[in-house]
């Protein structure tokens, strides 16, 4: 029995340390983002480099546009995580989504181009488990990192939580009764 509330005590302790581990620490983005190459007709070789200006540009356009994201990401100073991996030095999953797309479109990475390759991908799985990239977005998660947690909830999962509340009260109210009846 000293065995098992020994155990029970390790738990406790632990699963902070195991949930706290799931989310790195995040750094704030380098002034110069990496430049990315893409190729639109990989045979003939005609490439294109986005580099900060470019990438500025898609996060103030694109991301911080309320047409686009519903999250305000303009607040958050790592939102180039939306595309980078945590070093800033290459791309996350999202970002080869979004890079491959650019490449479907074509062309040199205009405004108008990326939000194309953005509409394209805004509907793919994310890296976050039943989240598309637009809904990993509208929340305020990265869709690249399967350790990103949404900030914002939907109203269902709220309304699941309620519920699941509701569920327990009503539980404990009929077996309190049940157990407690005079025979």
Do not use: E, R, W
């Given at each position: 029995m000293a065995s098992l509330a020994l155990l029970s005590m390790v738990m406790l302790v632990a699963?902070?340390?195991v949930s706290s581990a799931a989310t790195p620490t995040l750094s704030p983005p380098p002034a110069t983002l990496p430049a990315v190459v893409y190729y639109t007709?990989?045979?003939s070789g005609v490439h294109y480099t986005i580099t900060t200006p470019e990438w500025n540009g898609f996060f103030s356009k694109v991301i911080d546009?309320?047409?686009?994201v519903s999250y305000n990401w303009s607040l958050n100073v790592t939102q180039p995580l939306i595309i980078f991996d945590l070093t800033y030095t290459g791309l996350n999953p999202y970002g080869?989504?979004?890079?491959?797309a650019l490449e479907k479109v074509g062309g040199f990475p205009s405004i108008?181009?990326?939000?194309?390759?953005?509409?394209?991908?805004?509907?793919?799985p994310s890296?976050?488990?039943?989240?598309?990239?637009?809904?990993?977005?509208?929340?305020g998660a990265y869709p690249g990192f399967t350790w990103s947690?949404?900030?914002?909830?939907?109203p269902v999962t709220e309304y699941e939580e309620i519920g699941a509340i509701g569920a327990i009260?009503?539980?404990m109210f009929v077996l309190y009764f049940t157990f407690n009846r005079k025979k």
């Open positions: 699963i902070p340390a007709d990989a045979v546009n309320h047409d686009f080869m989504q979004f890079i491959l108008q181009n990326m939000s194309a390759a953005f509409n394209m991908t805004k509907n793919m890296q976050i488990s039943g989240y598309s990239n637009i809904q990993a977005l509208n929340a947690v949404p900030k914002v909830h939907s009260v009503v539980v």
